[in-house]
């Protein structure tokens, strides 16, 4: 009785500490997920690399891991950092220009605006694939340049890697042009008029007003590129070479191994990538602090 | 002499918009003068800025600058300084690279673009402020810099697009003081927009009235306050006596009796108007009546600030009349209202 | 100019997917198909592309329902100023895009297998973790944006902490919403390698049949009608988001 008395006298507004932390309590619950792939994702990671995580045998502090796949190890890492250096400097000039155009606005602008949207919603995967019809010696490409298959050069599975920087970079331009854009749009479009007003051609727009703005949202964009494709696996494992082997996907080969080291040597080269992607979010926090001229 | 600014039947219409946002306008600014282009929101006078500066294309009719048709020229490259409504400084320059940017933009060194542009940030008096960002600025000083960087440019005609709407009394104030010691000390061509008959007033040596994409009067201040072209200017411009009526023989007849008016007026139906900052009010009927006053009644006052403006009955017609805040005046008064023969106006009808 | 190029940029990789799609011959070198005709769709339907493009769009879906109102959470706490420990929140909700993904599915993997967490709620966990920092950077500049005024306005008369927020706050919020789910979805819908390690092959979506057919030779026509069908739910998706973007912007 008393309960029911009181629910129905309920106080029409509650006490917002309470309110607050029933909100605050939901976003510890939320946070969980986050937690659990990046604490306990990347711990059992390092973990299982130093042999305190095995999957089966003795628990035993080692780094023979590391030692192991150092031969084979930098050659992917030379790799790695080449697709991912290629793909993100392409993409950081071609999307910072794709932003440009866009924010410029015209009709052309709106145009390149939405197809780079649609671009960004496309898998990778599916990017890879397409990407593949376009670029392979029977692809679509030299059919339409009208190349024979033999004077074509290796893209795909070849040794530079072409196909595979070019989907980064196709998807990745589109990428950092959407979050350029969209962060700057009205910000940096106003400030448009006035140094046009001032004598300033479009280069000179782009090189003194554009860019100094739109830098903050570049290193953040450029960062992540780098990052994903530093450690991205099907791109590579679909358009690339079988040897030197990129670390995502010499890691993914051995993590599938039979053998029992090779859960380890997985963890290892695991380690070893989330260090350099550390290294490039440390140079990317120098840089913004230089660039943060304004908020 | 030719004209700094020419506009020859321009014309805009927007997609989204039915009635087209400028018709045929027509408009003059000779070198060194100041015209204020006063309307309504909505009237079309910023976008007649932007399409001098290039920013808006007209849908119809040329533009000249200097008697040089640049419908075609993109608005970089037509010298034309433009001051918005907000100060859109470069929030990642300091103050004199803002200034600077003109020169910057033209290819100059900085060292050189920044000696350059240090005379503009004296003129506008802020001269010790040059290293500063501009976060730091406050408004009134924001909107300075904005003049010094479009000044910096050396434009051959400087548009002002309602500069100084977003500051308060005093500021605006002090900007107009600024900017007629600009035009002093520089001449500049000036065509701003505003929204502010007093600052017209100030600044301006014409204004140019326009209502619903249309110019009504491009004048001198005087005679668009005294000598309104229709009654929509006389509306536009705050007049508030519109005494409608016959002219026959130089008399205006009307409720408030025959009144002699200006040889020029047309003959047949026209309305009477005049300011009621021109009007004289004195207390009691003065008997006889002197030339150009009638007997009036107060019908109510309102006061603001220092001055009171006194609804008064005379004949038939209510009349608006300016009353300093010093004389005593309540409703019911017997009053003798003064209107000379120069303050009167008539717009045929 | 520039414009065009980049328009060709980005359309150019989409075109051999619309041209070997209906192409059921096109023999090297002629400059477009053969034969057309549908055999790639009916091999797509052979190799399980409708079941699978089922089962990735639950995924998608699932995901933007999970990480959409946990990011509005994040964002509205974070902007709020009363989300727990504000330094570390925001470096923990970003460390997703920070860390190569392939380097914590694995970690990630092995853990979830120890704690005996079933492999489809071990899938969901990871890819949430994924969308989270999208759907938390996308709320959180519309949050930043958002006039609370509008919502005191409303307690102010007489609507109860509810009501404001379903009348109120989730119109007002509504596009930005849209557009944060829309990014959730993508992850979802785009994932291969997740679905592969931590779904332990169970799972069969969309971009996994595309990849094992892509993987072998001479599948050409059939990858392009499964890409294709990759391609275009997104596509509808952001259709729908610009329309009503535009009709709801002040």
């Known amino acids: 009785m008393g309960s029911r008395g009181k629910r129905?006298?309920?106080?029409?507004?509650?006490?917002?500490?309470?309110?607050?932390?029933?909100?605050?309590?939901?976003?510890?619950?939320?946070?969980?997920?986050?937690?659990?792939?990046?604490?306990?994702?990347?711990?059992?990671t390092i973990l299982q690399s130093i042999g305190l995580m095995p999957l089966v045998g003795p628990v035993r502090l080692s780094v023979d891991a590391y030692v192991s796949t150092a031969p084979a190890l930098l050659s992917s890492i030379g790799t790695s950092l080449w697709i991912a250096a290629a793909s993100t400097a392409v993409a950081i000039v071609l999307g910072a220009t794709t932003?440009?155009?866009?924010?410029?606005?015209?009709?052309?602008?709106?145009?390149?605006?939405?197809?780079?949207?649609?671009?960004?919603?496309?898998?990778?995967?599916?990017?890879?694939?397409?990407?593949?019809?376009?670029?392979?010696?029977?692809g679509v490409l030299p059919r339409l340049l009208g190349i024979d298959a033999t004077a074509w050069p290796a893209l795909v599975a070849g040794p530079w890697w072409v196909a595979v920087i070019a989907e980064y970079a196709w998807k990745e331009s589109a990428f950092i042009a959407l979050v350029v854009a969209g962060t700057l749009l009205t910000r940096v479009a106003q400030f448009d008029e006035p140094a046009a007003m001032l004598g300033a051609s479009r280069g000179a727009r782009l090189r003194m007003v554009f860019l100094p703005l739109a830098a903050p949202a570049l290193i953040v964009s450029a960062t992540i590129v780098f990052i994903y494709t530093l450690g991205s696996y099907e791109v590579a494992w679909l358009l690339g070479r079988t040897y030197p082997e990129p670390l995502a996907v010499m890691a993914i080969r051995l993590f599938n191994d039979v053998s029992l080291s090779s859960r380890t040597e997985s963890a290892a080269i695991a380690v070893l990538t989330v260090a350099i992607s550390l290294a490039a979010v440390a140079v990317a926090a120098v840089a913004m602090r230089r660039s943060a001229v304004w908020r | 002499m030719t004209s700094a600014i020419a506009l020859r039947q321009i014309t805009k219409r927007f997609i989204d918009h039915r009635p087209p946002a400028l018709s045929g306008v027509n408009l003059d600014v000779l070198p060194g003068t100041c015209t204020a282009l006063l309307g309504p929101s909505g009237s079309g006078k910023s976008t007649i800025l932007r399409i001098i500066a290039g920013l808006e294309d007209p849908s119809g009719g040329r533009i000249l600058l200097g008697g040089r048709d640049i419908t075609d020229v993109l608005p970089e490259k037509?010298?034309?300084?433009?001051?918005?409504?907000?100060?859109?400084?470069?929030?990642?320059?300091?103050?004199?690279?803002?200034?600077?940017?003109a020169d910057r933009a033209a290819g100059q060194t900085r060292r050189q673009a920044r000696d350059r542009a240090r005379p503009y940030l004296d003129m506008v008096q802020l001269g010790d402020l040059g290293d500063r960002g501009v976060g730091s600025l406050s408004g009134g000083q924001e909107q300075r810099v904005?003049?010094?960087?479009?000044?910096?440019?050396?434009?051959?005609?400087?548009?002002?697009?309602?500069?100084?709407?977003?500051?308060?009394?005093?500021?605006?104030?002090?900007?107009h003081e600024l900017l007629l010691r600009i035009r002093r000390e520089l001449s500049p061509t000036i065509l701003m927009v505003t929204h502010d008959r007093d600052e017209a007033t100030v600044v301006a040596d014409r204004i140019a009235v326009l209502e619903n994409g249309q110019l009504l009067q491009h004048d001198t201040v005087d005679r668009v306050y005294h000598?309104?072209?229709?009654?929509?200017?006389?509306?536009?411009?705050g007049g508030e006596n519109v005494v409608s009526g016959v002219v026959r023989g130089g008399v205006h007849h009307s409720g408030l009796g025959a009144v002699p008016v200006d040889e020029s007026a047309e003959e047949g139906p026209g309305a009477l108007v005049f300011r009621h900052e021109s009007a004289g009010l004195i207390p009691g009927h003065a008997s006889p009546a002197p030339a150009g006053a009638l007997h009036a009644t107060v019908v109510a006052v309102i006061r603001s600030g220092l001055r009171q403006r006194a609804t008064v009955r005379v004949g038939t017609e209510l009349l608006q009349v300016e009353v300093p805040g010093t004389m005593t005046v309540t409703a019911g008064d017997a009053v003798t209202i003064i209107l000379p023969e120069q303050i009167l106006w008539v717009v045929a009808t | 100019m520039l414009a065009v190029l980049l328009i060709v940029w980005f359309a150019l990789p989409l075109v051999p997917l619309a041209l070997w799609a209906f192409a059921d011959r096109w023999s090297f070198p002629s400059a477009i198909p053969t034969v057309w005709g549908v055999d790639g769709l009916d091999a797509a339907i052979a190799a399980g592309g409708p079941a699978a493009s089922g089962r990735s769009f639950l995924l998608g879906l699932t995901v933007a329902l999970i990480a959409t109102p946990i990011g509005a959470l994040a964002a509205r706490g974070l902007v709020a100023g009363w989300a727990p420990l504000p330094k570390i929140l925001p470096v923990l909700l970003f460390a997703p895009v920070a860390i190569p993904p392939f380097a914590a599915v694995l970690g990630t993997n092995v853990l979830l297998l120890r704690a005996h967490v079933p492999p489809m709620l071990g899938l969901v966990v990871v890819l949430v973790a994924a969308a989270v920092p999208y759907t938390t950077f996308m709320l959180r500049t519309a949050y930043a944006a958002h006039d609370v005024g509008f919502e005191e306005e409303a307690r102010t008369l007489g609507a109860s902490a509810g009501q404001v927020l379903w009348r109120v706050h989730l119109p007002l919020m509504a596009p930005a919403l849209a557009r944060a789910a829309f990014l959730a979805f993508l992850v979802g819908w785009s994932d291969y390698l997740v679905t592969l390690i931590v779904g332990g092959g169970q799972f069969v979506t969309l971009p996994m049949i595309t990849a094992s057919l892509a993987a072998g030779i001479g599948n050409d026509s059939v990858v392009a009608v499964l890409s294709l069908t990759a391609v275009l739910p997104p596509l509808i998706l952001l259709v729908l988001l610009a329309r009503t973007g535009s009709h709801r912007r002040p």
């Open chain 1, 8 to 44: 129905g006298m309920a106080n029409p507004n509650p006490d917002p500490v309470n309110r607050l932390r029933g909100a605050r309590l939901l976003l510890i619950v939320g946070m969980i997920p986050v937690v659990v792939v990046v604490v306990g994702g990347l711990g059992s």
């Open chain 2, 146 to 175: 904005a003049i010094a960087r479009a000044l910096a440019a050396q434009p051959t005609i400087l548009l002002l697009d309602e500069p100084f709407s977003a500051l308060d009394a005093t500021l605006r104030h002090e900007m």
């Open chain 1, 99 to 138: 932003a440009f155009v866009v924010v410029s606005g015209g009709r052309l602008g709106r145009i390149v605006g939405a197809i780079g949207a649609v671009t960004v919603s496309v898998p990778h995967l599916i990017g890879a694939a397409t990407m593949g019809l376009l670029l392979a010696d029977s």
């Open chain 2, 227 to 237: 000598r309104p072209a229709s009654l929509d200017v006389a509306r536009l411009m």
């Open chain 2, 78 to 101: 037509r010298n034309v300084g433009l001051v918005f409504q907000r100060p859109l400084l470069f929030p990642h320059l300091s103050v004199i690279d803002n200034v600077a940017f």
